[in-house]
C-alpha cells in the first residue's frame, strides 16, 4: 500500500531518527529546534543591532565629551595655564570612563598638553589632521587597540583643538553583554518549554 500524503510529507521533513520516536519525545524534539532555532535568529539580529546601537551611543557620547571639553580647555589656554590644562585632561579622563586618551593641538597642530605622561605617542598627533572647524572622528589603531578619536575646535580651530580617544573594545564589551543575555534566554525558553511539553 501507498503512503499517504502526509506520510510523503513527513517522511521528507523530518529525520529518521526523529520518526523512530514516541509521539511525546518527537514534540520534545520539535520543540527544542523551533526554540534554539528561533533564539540564534534572535541572536544574529540583537548582536548586529546591539553593535549599531552602542556603537551609535558611544559616538554620540564622546562627541559631546570632547566639545565640553574643547569648551572648558579653551578658558585656560587663553590664560597659559598649562598646569591648569593638564589637571582638566587628567580630571576628565580618571571621571569619564569612555575616555582613554586626551590631548589638547594648538592651531598648527603642536601639541599643548595630553593624559600621555612620556608625551604623545610618535603618530598620533599628525593622525586626526585637517579636522576643519567643525572637527572630525577617525580611527585610529595602536598596538592592536583601535580608537575613536574624536576632534572638537577651540573657538571654531582659532585656538586649536581638543582630541579624545574611546577604545573600540567598549563597543564589542557591551555586544558580548547582549549576547550573553540573548543565549541565557534562550537556554531559559529551551528549559522551560522542554519541561512544560
Known amino acids: 500500500m501507498r503512503p499517504s500524503i502526509p506520510e510523503r510529507i513527513e517522511a521528507a521533513l523530518v529525520p529518521k531518527f ?5 509521539l511525546r519525545s518527537r514534540f520534545m524534539v520539535m520543540a527544542a529546534l523551533a526554540i534554539f532555532s528561533f533564539g ?8 548586529t543591532v546591539a553593535a549599531k546601537v552602542i556603537q551609535a551611543e ?9 566639545q565640553h ?5 579653551t578658558r585656560f589656554v587663553l590664560l597659559g595655564d598649562q598646569a591648569g590644562l593638564h589637571r582638566l585632561l587628567d580630571a576628565t579622563r580618571r571621571r569619564d570612563p569612555l575616555c582613554d586618551y586626551a590631548l ?4 598648527d597642530g603642536t601639541a599643548i598638553a595630553s593624559t600621555f605622561e612620556g608625551g604623545i605617542p610618535l603618530g598620533l598627533a599628525e593622525a586626526n589632521r585637517g ?3 567643525q572637527g572630525r572622528t577617525v580611527l585610529l589603531s595602536d598596538r592592536g587597540t583601535v580608537y575613536t578619536d574624536v576632534a572638537a575646535a577651540m573657538l571654531d580651530g582659532e585656538l586649536g583643538f581638543v582630541r579624545i580617544g574611546v577604545s573600540l573594545e567598549r563597543i564589542q564589551s557591551g555586544v558580548k553583554e547582549v549576547r550573553r543575555a540573548v543565549i541565557t534566554t534562550v537556554l531559559v525558553f529551551l528549559l522551560v518549554g522542554l519541561a512544560g511539553s
Open 58 to 66: 558611544i559616538h554620540e557620547r564622546a562627541v559631546t565629551l570632547s
Open 104 to 107: 589638547v593641538l594648538g592651531r
Open 18 to 22: 526523529v520518526r523512530r520516536l514516541g
Open 131 to 133: 579636522i576643519g572647524k
Open 40 to 47: 540564534f535568529a534572535n541572536l544574529a539580529v540583537f548582536e
Open 69 to 73: 571639553l574643547a569648551t572648558e580647555a
